[in-house]
């Protein structure tokens, strides 16, 4: 490996760190802060009716700071932060456009699941996947969200949880969606349009609030959507620790790309059991103490939109690992609309699908940081720790 490569290398481990650690910090305050959580939830829109639902009684071991500890983590001085550059370029390559449908999708990179073949079925032995029109998965494993709502069945109700839209460089409970996340929702909605009434449920972050409301708004929907907030998605379902202490562990563990790295490593590969609950059945048991529970509350179609390190494990799960989010590999991590749309048969039974909103379900670090600094060319293969 040449010096140039190995210096691309080094710096591109630690690109996303001041926000995997930022982030983490204001995860581990959200559950301290219910209360102002739940105001902001409906301050962001005056129009938005929010309900709030009953939490799963499963808890997170966390121990969480102030609130106060949000602007201070975000801004330590030890942090690797994005130049401006940087970010404009993360957000070009993140979500220049949103699919319209399945045609934009390159066929030689196509590959076509059914219930029968690559997608995920529950873990319930008792439960049959139920026949599904086939859907086609690009390159990284993600169908578009417009393919999957097209491709239901009468009889079957769709969860789609997905990350937010393109949100503004500070990371806090209030942080809103850039110009272009709110296009990106839009655009989003537009591929979703019918007479068909969605229900929306957001982690109350002022992002997923504006993301939610500007899917409901391309929709076309003629008023603001009734928000419901669930705290059980904001992002510390898979820890056992504070989100804090998450980004401290991966540190000690000289992971360059901090929590980032380390999710990525725990949810292909497993591990980290003192911080991280065991990938599959955590997910199963937030598929039933939260999906399936409130399921007869919420309308045919919902949108549940969440945080990346809530989203990307999901997304893994239902792929059964096949979906390409392996930071510690590739330097990809999941996209800003992206995520898992969780199918359910009238019997019950279930089916898994990576979906992405926006052209690409994975934000590619390396790529965007070898295209900023002219050092394009050939790809190292593998990644070095």
Known sequence: MNKTTQSALCAIAAYPLFAAIAYTAMLSACDNATSTTASESTASSSSTTTTIEEQSSSETATVEPSSSAIQKSS???????????????????????????SSAISSSQETTVSSSSDVAKSSSSSQTSLPAKEISLDENGFATVADVYKSLTADEKAVFIIRHSEREDNVAIETELTANGV??????????KSDEEFSYITSGFVRTNETANNISKGRGEASLPKL??????????????????????????????GSVELMAHWAYEGGYTDALYELTPRAEEF???????????????????SHDIFVMPLAVFGSKGKVALKYHEDYHWINYIAGLAIIIGADNSLRYVPVKGADSGVIDYLAIYMEEHGMGGKKPSTPKR
Do not use: C, E, P
């Not at 990106?184 to 979703?192: K, P």
């Open 287 to 305: 598929i039933q103490k939260v999906i399936l529970k409130n399921l007869s509350k919420w309308k045919r179609v919902s949108i549940m939109v």
């Open 183 to 192: 296009k990106m929702a839009q655009n989003l909605g537009t591929t979703l």
């Open 75 to 101: 801004s330590s001085s030890g942090q690797k932060q994005f130049s401006s550059s940087s970010r404009s370029s993360h957000r070009r390559s993140s979500s220049s456009a949103v699919q319209t449908s």
């Open 228 to 257: 419901i907030t669930n705290y059980d998605i904001t992002g510390n379902w898979f820890l056992k620790i504070s989100a804090d202490s998450l980004a401290q562990y991966a540190t000690k563990l000289n992971m360059k790309g």
